[in-house]
């Protein structure tokens, strides 16, 4: 965290006149769970849709993906929170090797019902802004079962 916070604070630094250009749009990296490039577009003044796809490394290899409607609602200064509600899809590979023997532990496609909340730090100087979420999921297909993801991420706005 405090790499992606110094990295946020040098930009804002060295490029002041940046601010004009900020726009609806917001791309960038989010590490967590998943890991991966992060998007979000502002609909209104106070709703977004976000997501991320990338890989998680947490309980074995998997390629995942979520998408979220998110409420906006300013706290102080340059920060908000959102919460929101979602989805979110994962398809597993759980394999390992034992005792000299390849064995399939478990594979499958997982889908579940994603909850956020998070808070947003926005760099009014620079189209940056600083985000960090967690959330609960409940997944339904494959098997149900109640998870916690979170990630923290920073993305450059258009």
Partial sequence: MKTITRLALIAALLTPGLAA???????????????????KYKLS??????GTV?????????????L?????????GIVSWHFGVGGKLAAYDRDHYHDKKYHDDED???????????LDIDFRSVPLDL???????????????LDL????GLRYWF
């Fill in 131 to 145: 985000f960090i979420e967690i959330a609960a999921v409940l997944w339904v297909v494959e098997r149900v079962d």
């Fill in 21 to 39: 250009a900020k726009g609806a749009f917001g791309l960038g990296l989010a590490l967590g769970d998943p890991t991966g490039v992060n998007g």
């Fill in 108 to 118: 499958g496609l997982w889908l579940g019902a994603r909850a956020p909340l998070g």
């Fill in 45 to 50: 003044g106070s709703t977004a849709v976000e």
């Fill in 54 to 66: 990338g890989l998680s490394f947490l309980n074995g290899n998997r390629l995942a993906t979520h």
């Fill in 68 to 76: 979220n409607l998110h409420w906006m609602r300013p706290l102080s």
């Fill in 149 to 152: 993801d979170g990630a923290i």
